[in-house]
């Protein structure tokens, strides 16, 4: 019989609606981050550092990037006989088929995978988080408390609480109430969306909640094993954890990984961050190339000047072209001449010769100022920008534009233009 001692679920589903066009054709764990990663790497690589060799991966909303890019698994040395990384999306049953509605939901539709594998504990991850936690310390913390159920969590500043499921703890970490997203918070504990159950306890707090829609771990799972007089407590994580859910958090933690010490270090020796690599040559830069604090991935030419900036894989930024502050991600082509300020640009975009980039005063987004703010500009995958156009600041451009699509060659501050099958 195949025992496991702790297995990991990877919740890799969500769609990522804040993200805008870049999660148009990608599930949010999919899309790049940092040069040469993927955000579902981070999480899988913290299974593979802590020893947790078992780890399905729960798809549903555009997984065929995210499918290709796990594979079997081999990057994180998790292509084993017994154990190793399954991709599991919704499937078809002769009865009660359904697409996963929720968090635990999804959770529940695999107890036949998780049973397999005769666990003793079940660690829940979410795939769209940039964190380093070695959930071996968070399993002997369990075991140390007698814990049936642990919340990792951490400090936020308390004007921000209203946004997290929040844990009110005693002196001990136990959690005497857990209130999701409050209006009035009482304290500054946010769960970070990763829990360790005890298996019996999981397995029976789901059955017991299946019927209710949208089954979802802050809203009834937890509750529910607290309500039973579960012993939950609060693991407190005091490192690095972003949730890189908007446009801005996401164009944040990349600029922060090319701080001269970057709070996330991509660089230790310790902690290796793995990910599906391609066979791509070295970076080139030109005579007239000029690069400044930068991440640079492999295969990319640079015959402009760039700074701050991470730049992705096969990526060719033409000569006299100035790139700042920007996010440009694998296989994009930038012309010459032109002027990136402030950008991020998703894979596989063309931009023609002398175009310009974040120009002008900030103005609100008029289709979702809520998305595409703080003055970025976001241009959506495979898109084409022709030859001398100008772009404004909080815009959004997607699909394959021509000069017809900008009035006087400018698309002002704040438009949004989506040409094609998003439209």
């Not at 409050?182 to 017991?208: C, D, H, Q, V």
Request: proline fraction near 5%.
């Amino acid at each position: 019989m195949i025992k496991k001692e702790m297995i990991a679920m990877l919740l890799a589903g969500g769609q990522g609606s804040r993200l805008g066009v870049l999660t148009a054709k990608v599930a949010k764990p999919a899309v790049a981050f940092g040069g040469k990663y993927r955000i579902i790497d981070f999480p899988l690589s913290n299974c593979i550092n802590s020893g947790v060799d078992t780890v399905g991966v729960l798809t549903q909303y555009q997984p065929l990037r995210l499918n290709t890019h796990i594979g079997i698994g081999i990057p994180w040395d998790l292509d084993r006989n017994i154990g190793g990384v399954t991709v599991l999306p919704p499937f078809e049953r002769s009865m009660d088929t359904e697409w996963y509605t929720g968090t635990a939901n999804a959770i529940y539709q695999n107890i036949d995978y998780m049973e397999s594998y005769h666990p003793e504990y079940v660690l829940i991850l979410s795939g769209d988080h940039i964190y380093k936690m070695d959930y071996e310390v968070m399993l002997d913390y369990h075991k140390e408390k007698g814990a049936e159920v642990t919340i990792a969590a951490m400090p936020v500043p308390i004007e921000e609480a209203k946004r997290f499921g929040i844990l009110i703890t005693d002196d001990n970490r136990k959690i005497n109430e857990f209130e999701e997203k409050p209006e009035k918070p009482r304290s500054n504990l946010a769960s970070m969306g990763i829990y360790i159950f005890s298996w019996k306890t999981l397995k029976e707090a789901l059955i017991a909640n299946a019927s209710q829609p949208s089954l979802d771990f802050g809203k009834h799972v937890i509750p529910y094993c607290h309500e039973k007089g579960a012993p939950c407590f609060a693991y407190e994580h005091n490192g690095y954890w972003k949730d890189v859910g908007t446009l801005n958090s996401y164009w944040e933690a990349n600029m922060e990984l090319i701080d001269i010490v970057p709070e996330f270090n991509l660089y230790e020796e310790y902690w290796k961050i793995y990910t599906k690599s391609d066979i791509l040559p070295p970076q080139y830069v030109s005579a007239e190339g000029e690069i400044e604090k930068c991440i640079i991935g492999e295969g990319t030419q640079i015959y402009g000047k760039v700074y701050n900036s991470v730049i992705g894989c096969g990526i060719t930024i033409g000569k006299d072209t100035v790139v700042r502050d920007s996010i440009i991600m694998n296989e994009t082509e930038i012309g010459e001449g032109c002027v990136i300020d402030k950008a991020i640009i998703a894979e596989n975009v063309v931009i023609g010769n002398n175009v310009k980039l974040g120009v002008g005063d900030e103005v609100d987004n008029e289709t979702d100022p809520h998305i595409y703010n703080h003055g970025i500009v976001t241009i959506g995958e495979r898109s084409v920008i022709p030859d001398n156009v100008s772009v404004g600041k909080n815009s959004v451009v997607s699909g394959v534009t021509s000069k017809e699509d900008y009035p006087d060659m400018h698309l002002a501050s704040g438009k949004t233009l989506k040409v094609g099958e998003e439209s």
